[in-house]
């Protein structure tokens, strides 16, 4: 069993930045792909980014590229989310996600298919 807790949301102004953290609790967290997720009101939940086991794999979705970047820390069982440039359309509840699949999957993944999920940390970006 994996447990999720993020953090690191907040609200900033547009054209800021914001780092999110995810950690892991359990000692398989080498083994799982870990993606981002949100949410924003009124819209169905949108792949963001995920990374590989392997921290060289990595895929974004469109509206996020070369504005955010994923990373882990499998030292300390942690998946990071650096945002900059955020824009007000980014206002959203952030998900964290572990998966057995491939970064480039995960984001074609159901949520509720997905192996682990957290709860998830607002972040709204203020125009």
């Known amino acids: 069993q994996v447990q999720l807790v993020e953090s690191g949301g907040g609200l900033v102004q547009a054209g800021g930045s914001l780092r999110l953290s995810c950690v892991a609790s359990?000692?398989?967290?080498?083994?799982?792909?870990m993606g981002w997720f949100r949410q924003a009101p009124g819209k169905e939940r949108e792949f963001v980014a995920a990374i590989g086991t392997s921290v060289s794999s990595t895929h974004y979705g469109d509206s996020v590229q070369g504005r955010f970047t994923i990373s882990r820390d499998n030292i300390k069982n942690t998946v990071y989310l650096q945002m900059v440039g955020l824009k007000p359309e980014d206002t959203a509840v952030y998900y964290c996600a572990a998966d057995w699949a491939s970064p480039q999957r995960m984001g074609g993944i159901k949520w509720t298919s997905l192996n682990y999920r957290g709860q998830g940390t607002q972040v709204t970006v203020s125009s």
């Open positions: 359990g000692r398989t967290f080498t083994t799982y792909s």
